[in-house]
Every structure is written in C-alpha cells, then in structure tokens.
C-alpha cells in the first residue's frame, strides 16, 4: 500500500491523460504500431488536424508517445510501458473479438 500511496499521484496523472477519449483512441492506434500523422488523420475524421496535434502534443509532453522523422512525414509510436500495459487490458476486456 505503501508503494501506492507514493505512486498515486503519477497514476491518477496517467489515467487522466488517457481518459480523454481523443487520446485513448489515438493510443489504441499507436498500440499496433507506428503511423504518420496524415495516417492518424485519415483514421480519426472526426477530429481536426489541429486537435489531433494538440492530443499528440500532450501525449508527447508526457512522455507516452515519441517520434520519428522521415523527409517531411512525422511518426508517432506508443513508448510508455504503463501506457501500453493499459492499453493490452483495454484490448483484452472491450475488444477480444474485433480489435486487432
């Protein structure tokens, strides 16, 4: 418990970022492997591309998320170990039939 308690603060940090519907969805794409941003785009069409930067700026910021250049094309990979943790559970209690 104790551990917990010292931890709890990075946590609830944690899940408040990935609560964000937005974000959560871009991570989920992230989890099965690098994508460009134009690819994230074309994926999320109900999100703006600049609301789109603004969710990976966040996810960037705190260190979930990194990149790759390429030329002129900007990839975004799923980094953090806790963030894919996450992710693996949420795959395997909502998805198990239909998410890759």
Do not use: F, P, W
Not at 19 to 28: F, H, T, W
Not at 56 to 80: F, P, W
């Amino acid at each position: 418990m104790d551990q917990m308690m010292t931890h709890s603060g990075s946590a609830s940090d944690l899940l408040k970022l990935i609560s964000n519907q937005k974000r959560l969805l871009i991570l989920c794409l992230l989890h099965d492997g690098e994508l460009s941003v134009t690819e994230l785009n074309n994926t999320l069409t109900q999100l703006s591309q600049s609301a789109l930067s603004q969710h990976l700026a966040q996810l960037r910021a705190a260190n979930l998320v990194k990149i790759r250049r390429e030329a002129q094309t900007i990839y975004y990979s799923l980094t953090d170990s806790k963030a894919i943790q996450i992710i693996n559970l949420l795959h395997e209690l909502y998805c198990q039939d239909d998410c890759a």
